[in-house]
């Protein structure tokens, strides 16, 4: 969940910027917004947040790839948090979308590898970056999917 | 407006690019003591060298300032409609697919999906 200071969509793009910081990582070009309208009616302005996906890069080549769309409650509506080593492919990747909800019986799921799909926990940017330097710093000894 | 740091290695650090990132990561603490809207309007230049005279100065990195940019509903329409005129259905037949097994997860596809995602919630 995003700290309480933490309370419009606003906040929510320095937090973002504020966790990709500290992460001690690098997004070349930078991160990037769009606010969308929230609803069909004119006279409301309520915007929804959209994060375009971005390439986060770590010290060692490996790089986070991932978007999210958060609603004006900022609950997330969608997200994608892809590791992968520096060679490309895939360490694992966390996911919250349609499709695999009659399986899952849930949106939220982590890929394992490119065969292995299972339910987990819903996560955010911070927690899904932090994942990744855990593995970034315990490579091969950790992965998420050991704990899931 | 924009900001260079230049950093000196201690004689005793190698110049390795894991002590660039340390100093970024160092700077970023600093700049948290300023306020937001500061922190929004600078980009970074951090250059860091080594104090001997032999060697450049090592650009290392540019901090790029966020974009945001304000999106109205015909845009996303705009969006939705480049997607079907790139596949031939409509983003509507994601998800299906996808569940099918029709459409492999790429980061374009899942691209849609998420602009599929916002389109539902304007208009569900």
């Known amino acids: ?148 | 407006m924009k900001m260079t740091i230049e950093m000196q290695l201690k004689p005793e650090e190698r110049p390795r690019v894991e002590d660039a990132w340390e100093h970024l990561r160092d700077l970023h603490e600093v700049l948290e003591a300023r306020t937001k809207e500061v922190a929004r309007l600078l980009t970074f230049h951090v250059v860091i060298s080594r104090p001997t005279i032999e060697e450049p100065v090592i650009p290392i990195a540019k901090v790029q300032p966020t974009r945001i940019v304000r999106r109205s509903r015909d845009e996303l329409q705009e969006e939705l409609e480049r997607f079907e005129t790139a596949y031939g259905f409509s983003t509507a037949e994601l998800i299906p697919r996808l569940r099918a097994g029709e459409m492999e997860e790429t980061l374009d596809v899942r691209r849609w999906v998420s602009l599929r995602a916002i389109h539902n919630r304007i208009n569900p």
Not at chain 1, 6 to 28: I, K, N, Q
Not at chain 1, 111 to 136: K, N, W
Request: net charge negative.
């Open chain 1, 1 to 148: 969940m995003p700290p309480d200071w933490v309370l419009t969509a606003e906040d929510y793009t320095l937090w973002v910027e504020r966790v990709v910081a500290h992460s001690g990582g690098f997004v070349p070009g930078g991160l990037a917004f769009n606010f969308w309208p929230a609803t069909t009616d004119e006279e409301n302005d309520s915007q929804v947040l959209d994060l375009l996906p971005c390439r986060l890069f770590f010290h060692d080549g490996s790089f986070l790839d991932f978007s999210l769309q958060v609603d004006t409650d900022l609950s997330h509506i969608d997200y994608r948090f892809h590791y992968a080593p520096s060679g490309g492919g895939m360490f694992w990747r966390k996911d919250m979308h349609h499709g695999h909800e009659d399986d899952d019986g849930q949106l939220f799921h982590i890929h394992c590898s490119v065969d292995e799909r299972r339910p987990y926990d819903e996560v955010d940017v911070e927690e899904a970056i932090g994942e990744a330097l855990q593995q970034l710093w315990h490579h091969p000894t950790y992965h998420p999917c050991n704990d899931a």
